[in-house]
T-cell receptor, first 109, second 113 residues
Framework: RKEVEQDPGPFNVPEGATVAFNCTYS??????FFWYRQDCRKEPKLLMS???SGNEDGRFTAQLNRASQYISLLIRDSKLSDSATYLC??????????FGAGTTVTVRA | DVKVTQSSRYLVKRTGEKVFLECVQD?????MFWYRQDPGLGLRLIYF???????EKGDIPEGYSVSREKKERFSLILESASTNQTSMYLC????????????FGPGTRLTVT
């Protein structure tokens, strides 16, 4: 079983729509969770950390459900520039992170 | 701004060649990492280094070695390149205080023929 599993998509949505997707993780001892964004042919960059109480950054909302071991990301009022692959990332220990394979989102005009 | 640079964006090598991939970071980060990224598999950790001259195997170290002689530089070595090492290689660095955020270089697309 993969440590982090994501629906690869693609999620194809019109501008202005809301899109949401989840990832699940297998290590119940994980303490830190992140969403990274990766544009086509570019390196991953941190989008946001995910906190137990859930957190919001502008149009992006991240939620953590420890009991069910899943993390979600919701994007409101989608922009063309939101088109990217979103990587779910979970820490394993002080040094190592586990990366999901990514969920692709395409926002169309 | 943190900057992580990698020596090449694209590289084509022949089977059996020795390949060096170099990574340099300018933020005085203690930790550095090498990953490979393949479609459908996500990023997989090859090796990491938590300090100068210190290294530890990641999840897929077979066929690779690393070198960290200076804090800012972390090299990945393919001793004898094989076609199954064709991949995107990403270097990352991270400080030891604060968050676990890793900063990535632009990647090297290696093709082994």
């Amino acid at each position: 079983r993969k440590e982090v599993e994501q629906d690869p998509g693609p999620f194809n949505v019109p501008e202005g729509a809301t899109v949401a997707f989840n990832c699940t993780y297998s290590n119940s001892a994980s303490q830190s969770f992140f969403w990274y964004r990766q544009d086509c042919r570019k390196e991953p960059k941190l989008l946001m950390s995910v906190y137990s109480s859930g957190n919001e950054d502008g149009r992006f909302t991240a939620q953590l459900n420890r009991a069910s071991q899943y993390i979600s990301l919701l994007i409101r009022d989608s922009k063309l520039s939101d088109s990217a692959t979103y990587l779910c990332v979970v820490n394993r220990n002080d040094y190592k992170l586990s990366f999901g394979a990514g969920t692709t989102v395409t926002v169309r005009a | 701004d943190v900057k992580v640079t990698q020596s090449s964006r694209y590289l084509v090598k022949r089977t059996g060649e020795k390949v060096f991939l170099e990574c340099v970071q300018d933020m005085d980060h203690e930790n550095m990492f090498w990953y490979r990224q393949d479609p459908g598999l996500g990023l997989r950790l090859i090796y990491f280094s938590y300090d100068v001259k210190m290294k530890e195997k990641g999840d897929i170290p077979e066929g690779y070695s690393v070198s960290r002689e200076k804090k800012e530089r972390f090299s990945l070595i393919l001793e004898s390149a094989s076609t199954n090492q064709t991949s995107m290689y990403l270097c990352a660095s991270r400080g030891t205080s604060g968050s676990y955020e890793q900063y990535f270089g632009p990647g090297t697309r290696l093709t082994v023929t």
